[in-house]
T-cell receptor, first 114, second 114 residues
């Protein structure tokens, strides 16, 4: 059974800092991994999707890496801004018979203060 | 293009009652997945519907049931509500049921059971 863990559970940083969010998973047989952002009480916004054959994806100030062999992914946020404050979730799609089922971590709550 | 929409936004029910939540998928999407997100947790997969058929189910009891209609909109029904059913219910739609199809999430329905 795939288990996804995110560390840290919460993070508070001053504006302008570069930061790293971590996601680990127990089963390396994944199809893809996705990072989402969730604002309080809202739905999920997809940030980056990494296929199992890829090592990283970049979008603006965001960079996500994937190391399947070690069961880890990191989300790097450069030059953080108060508007980045949200919960960040990583999710695994195992593919195969699980089809579109996403298995989520519990999230990292990020606060960026001015 | 209209995104994924869900109704209602908020709902308060009493233990033992029944509830129906609705989801309209994004235009052209034939697959809908439902997730339950308890406070402070990551979303948990409930089930997925593809072309009006259930395509996979998570670890939820039979009192959680669903439907998908010919226009690919979907309903989630929960019978005999329990206090632990209080959560944010998210639906996501995709162009297909395979793991290669990205899921797009709606804003969610907040259910409170008293």
């Amino acid at each position: 059974k795939q288990e996804v863990t995110q560390i840290p559970a919460a993070l508070s940083v001053p504006e302008g800092e570069n930061l790293v969010l971590n996601c680990s998973f127990t089963d390396s047989a994944i199809y893809n991994l996705q990072w989402f952002r969730q604002d309080p009480g809202k739905g999920l916004t997809s940030l980056l999707l990494i296929q199992s054959s890829q090592r990283e994806q970049t979008s603006g100030r965001l960079n996500a890496s994937l190391d399947k062999s070690s069961g880890r992914s990191t989300l790097y946020i450069a030059a953080s801004q108060p508007g980045d404050s949200a919960t960040y979730l990583c999710a695994i799609n195992a593919g195969g018979t699980s089809y579109g089922k996403l298995t989520f971590g519990q999230g990292t709550i990020l606060t960026v203060h001015p | 293009e209209t995104g994924v929409t869900q109704s209602p936004t908020h709902l308060i029910k009493t233990r033992g009652q029944q509830v129906t939540l609705r989801c309209s998928s994004q235009s052209g999407h034939n697959t809908v997945s439902w997730y339950q997100q308890a406070l402070g947790q990551g979303p948990q997969f409930i089930f997925q519907y593809y072309r009006e058929e259930e395509n996979g189910r998570g670890n939820f009891p039979p009192r959680f049931s669903g439907l998908q209609f010919p226009n690919y909109s979907s309903e989630l029904n929960v019978n005999a509500l329990e206090l632990d059913d209080s959560a944010l219910y998210l639906c996501a739609s995709s162009l297909g049921r395979g793991p290669g199809y990205e899921q797009y999430f709606g804003p969610g329905t907040r259910l409170t059971v008293t």
